[in-house]
């Protein structure tokens, strides 16, 4: 999901996904230790994808992101 994507979302809606995320992230660490999980690139792209859940919550609290601007 990209940023855009991310922005059109509610508060609570980010930080449900940014939940389920770092939930994941736990998941495929554990497997990655273990010797089941075979793309390990996976978690490189979970990470990423709670970094941009984070910093869009970023914008929405500090209002850097507003309606219109470029």
Do not use: C, P, W
Request: proline residues 0%; neutral net charge; aromatic residues 4%.
């Amino acid at each position: 999901m990209f940023a855009e994507e991310i922005r059109k979302l509610s508060v609570s809606e980010i930080q449900t996904q940014l939940e389920d995320a770092r939930e994941e992230l736990l998941r495929l660490r554990f497997r990655h230790a273990t010797g089941e999980l075979k793309d390990t690139n996976i978690l490189k792209q979970t990470r990423q994808k709670i970094a941009r859940y984070l910093s869009v919550l970023k914008e929405m609290e500090t209002g850097a992101h507003r309606e219109g601007e470029a």
